[in-house]
């Protein structure tokens, strides 16, 4: 079993930063890849950026220039830099990771969410 668990949202204004963090625990092999997902209101989900363990990463158009992902490894941690955050980037951002069990294949792992609101 794994756990998720994000810190970092919050309100801010327009063009203003914020960093999410989100730490994996539990029982697991290796993490293949980590990433974030985003779901406005009314909206559907929608990948936000991704980085692999050869830290490839890949990004949603809407967030290009203005965020950026990381991990740190040895605290099976990934982080979001957001930057010049606008209105329309609100919605609750979750981690998610996939990992590869000891035994078995690759399994997929999602945290609660962490709710980010940008004012204008």
């Known amino acids: 079993q794994v756990q998720l668990v994000e810190s970092g949202g919050g309100l801010v204004q327009a063009g203003g930063s914020l960093r999410l963090s989100c730490a994996a625990s539990g029982s697991f092999f290796s993490i293949n890849a980590m990433g974030w997902y985003r779901q406005g209101p009314g909206k559907q989900r929608e990948l936000v950026a991704l980085i692999t363990s050869g830290d490839s990463t890949n990004y949603a158009d809407s967030v290009k220039g203005r965020f950026t992902i990381s991990r740190d490894n040895a605290k099976n941690t990934v982080y979001l830099q957001m930057n010049s955050l606008k209105p329309e980037d609100t919605a609750v951002y979750y981690c998610?990771?996939?990992?590869?069990?000891?035994?078995?294949?690759?399994?997929?792992?999602w945290g609660q969410g962490t709710q980010v609101t940008v004012s204008s």
């Open positions: 998610t990771a996939r990992t590869v069990p000891v035994v078995g294949g690759k399994r997929d792992y």
